[in-house]
């Protein structure tokens, strides 16, 4: 991905109308939430000293906001964010390249960079073994009500009908699910 891909303001959506992969991942903004503490290590790990790092990561998530629309369907999100970080804090250090403060060196950057990558590859695929190992606990009903609800178009209010329940009754289901999965792959990553 070349840095004017990542930098350029594509706004060819209107404001507020989620791009397919947005959609199909249950929202953009579910997304970046997810994945905004890692993006704001990430940019400041790029930055180490410099008291405006803080300031860059949230410009960088201000900036993949406005980029939403140009995340692709079927991409990894973490690594399409990071590269759009690793933009912004190039960008950074061209405009500070003039001032007293020391920053780290392009190759430096990029080594960064990689061990961030190749950490978050190792920490996505154990947390992927784990999620299975907790879904294969699940009662098979639990199991297809996850499976309606994140790998199917079928809204709630469907489901609830064909399974002569209340969408409400399935809500406050899907949240006590993701509560005991969350622990569960907790339990298995070995978190506290």
Known sequence: MNEAACMGNDRSNPPGELGATARSFGGFDRLLAEHSSSIRLYVRSLMPGYEGADDLAQETLIKLWEKRDSF????????????VGKFMVMNQRRKLSRSPVVMLDDELIEKIDQRWMEKEESLTDEHHRALKACLNLLKPE???????????????????????????????????????????????????
């Open 72 to 83: 692709e369907e079927g991409t990894n999100f973490k690594a399409w964010a990071f590269q």
């Open 142 to 192: 639990d199991q297809n009500l996850l499976h309606a609800r994140y790998a199917t178009a079928i809204s709630l209010e469907t489901y609830a009908e064909q399974e002569g329940t209340r969408s409400g009754t399935l809500k406050a289901r899907l949240f006590r699910l993701r509560d005991a999965l969350r622990d569960c792959i907790d339990r298995r990553l070995g978190h506290s």
